[in-house]
């Protein structure tokens, strides 16, 4: 481990935290726009955590120590997650410990805390998110494999930052395989983030919302971290696809002060992805929960074929 | 540069694919017409494209024609039949949707393995694509077999022929001339024809469902 890694990995970690609740208030801000609303500052994200760190938390009596230590514990999840996905750089010394595979367990991690959590109070709105929740997940979740084993393919190997390294920095070539794994990526961080589709992140409707009703019975500087963890999670989830499919722009080992211009080229891919994210939520419909197992299957096959056209296509 | 356009015609290919599978995962009938245009704009893409890398000019006149009939007067006649019906939401199958895509899947292994040896032999520049050809053919060909209403089927008739062009192009460089005029107007008569015959089943059984068909049997 040298030390533009350390430096590296800790500006990368340090970035994405403090960046990721910039992002949530950049794509609230478009989808504001584009529904014919006035916009919220693209500062709220901010003020709302300053608020929610500052008021008192209130926790049900019943609750166990396992309710308090899952903000914390999907709040470290996604940290880390955002510590393995190469965003400024290749040279990450925690991305040797962690593949892609163990990315999608550190996401699956976080989910089944906050699903025990949402359970623990007891209440049936905590429970009927956790199992929507869970429903959303286990579909998902082999979908996202599916579509990272697809660009595995390619570079050989699952470790994110070779991946990035070989698809950013070889010749340019068009993979046809990627593109399907890029459209069921794209279904599967709509349904991962909560977003139009399959949960609307905006509503407090009881019988339609996922999420909101796994973080229902969280205040004060637990929800702050919960908030921050969900910005977090899209944060990491529009890196991976800023890794898989426009890798060009980051950092390599031997070069740490490409990383001054990988900032700008970062900031300017995800302000681009969060209009592109808005602009989806903007024209498709929330579809009834019991179509979402169809479209995750949807995006599971399309991955397989994206897998498949990739053996037949380059031999 | 050649070696950048043939990647490009593999990832047309692969967008025909998707649209096949997206068309059988689709149930209403106006997205199942936007899909099927799309198809045929990626198709006359890929002609041209192929066309260009080859050198081959009468692929440009081939190109042009499929994208006047499948571009602009097919998808015009299929929206005026469905106004004309005032059918613009139901389609009804006859498998839940997530049963076709998990045969479909099948069909496409089958087809990339039926088609590998083949492709060995072309020399053909984007000889990969045959598989993606006949897995688009048998995708539309499931289509036919799992909707009952009469406009999806001939939806699937025409993607079928996508698939069939494809194939074509991909392989041998597209069909003579003579053959490919045929095609063409096969394609477009046999639209009137069912477009007709769609207003006969309407006013027969008030519905499109084709199974009604099979009650007209002779005592």
Redesign the interface.
């Known amino acids: 481990m040298s030390f533009s890694g350390l430096l590296s990995q800790l500006l990368e970690i340090i970035i994405a935290i403090a960046l990721a609740p910039l992002l949530t208030g950049w794509v609230n801000l478009w989808r504001a726009w584009l529904q014919n609303k006035s916009a919220p500052s693209i500062w709220l994200p901010y003020r709302l955590l300053h608020k929610l760190f500052n008021k008192e938390s209130v926790i049900a009596d019943n609750a166990s120590t396992l309710f308090r230590a899952a903000p914390y514990v999907m709040f470290g999840c996604m940290t880390l997650a955002t510590g393995i996905i190469p965003t400024l750089s290749t040279d990450l010394p925690l991305a040797t410990a962690a593949d892609a595979i163990a990315l999608v367990g550190l996401f699956a991690l976080a989910r089944v805390f906050i699903s025990l959590a949402a359970m623990d109070i007891g209440t049936a709105f905590g429970t009927m998110g956790a199992r929507r929740e869970m429903l959303v997940g286990f579909l998902a979740e082999p979908a996202l494999l599916m579509v990272l084993f697809s660009a595995s393919l390619i570079s050989n190997s699952t470790s994110l930052t070779t991946i990035v390294d070989t698809l950013g920095h070889r010749e340019?070539?068009?993979?046809?395989?990627l593109?399907?794994a890029g459209?069921a990526f794209t279904m599967v961080s709509l349904a991962e983030n909560a977003r139009v589709p399959v949960d609307n992140p905006a509503t407090h409707l009881e019988l339609t919302m996922i999420h909101e009703a796994l973080i229902l019975e969280y205040s004060g500087r637990h929800l702050a971290l919960i908030e921050w963890a969900i910005s977090l999670k899209l944060f990491a989830y529009s890196c991976i696809g800023l890794a898989l499919f426009f890798p060009w722009g980051v950092a390599q080992a031997q070069a740490p002060l490409d990383m001054l211009l990988a900032l700008p080229v970062l900031v300017f891919k995800l302000a681009i992805g969060g209009f592109l994210l808005a602009v989806l939520e903007t024209v498709s419909v929330k579809m009834r929960i019991f179509r979402v197992?169809?479209f995750l299957?949807?995006a599971f096959?399309?991955a397989?074929?994206?897998l498949?056209?990739h053996?037949?296509?380059v031999? | 540069m050649s070696i950048l356009l043939t990647q490009f015609v593999n990832l047309l290919g692969a967008m025909l694919l998707m649209l096949a599978f997206a068309m059988n995962s689709q149930r209403r009938i106006v997205t199942l017409i936007h899909l099927f245009t799309m198809q045929g704009a990626t198709l006359v893409l890929a002609t041209v494209v192929v066309g260009y890398v080859t050198n081959q000019h009468h692929l440009y006149l081939s190109a042009a024609l499929t994208f006047v009939l499948k571009v602009l007067v097919i998808p015009y006649l299929l929206h005026k039949v469905i106004d004309r019906l005032d059918i613009h939401w139901d389609v009804e199958t006859l498998i839940n949707i997530p049963t076709t895509m998990l045969i479909g899947i099948v069909v496409v292994i089958f087809s990339f393995n039926l088609a590998k040896p083949i492709a060995e032999l072309s020399t053909a520049v984007a000889s990969g694509t045959l598989g993606i050809a006949l897995a688009c053919v048998l995708l539309s060909f499931l289509m036919m077999i799992t909707r009952a209403k009469a406009v999806p089927q001939v939806i699937g008739f025409l993607a079928m022929e996508n698939g069939l062009f494809f194939a074509a192009t991909s392989a041998t460089y597209g069909m003579p001339m003579v053959v490919e005029l045929g095609i063409a107007l096969d394609v477009l008569i046999g639209v009137l024809i069912l477009g007709v015959f769609m207003f006969q089943i309407r006013e027969q059984f008030d519905s499109l469902d084709i199974r009604n068909l099979e009650k007209l049997k002779e005592e």
Do not use: N, Q, R, S
């Open positions: 340019f070539a068009i993979y046809p395989g593109a399907l459209v197992p169809e299957g949807t096959l399309l397989v074929i994206g498949l056209v053996l037949l296509l031999p």
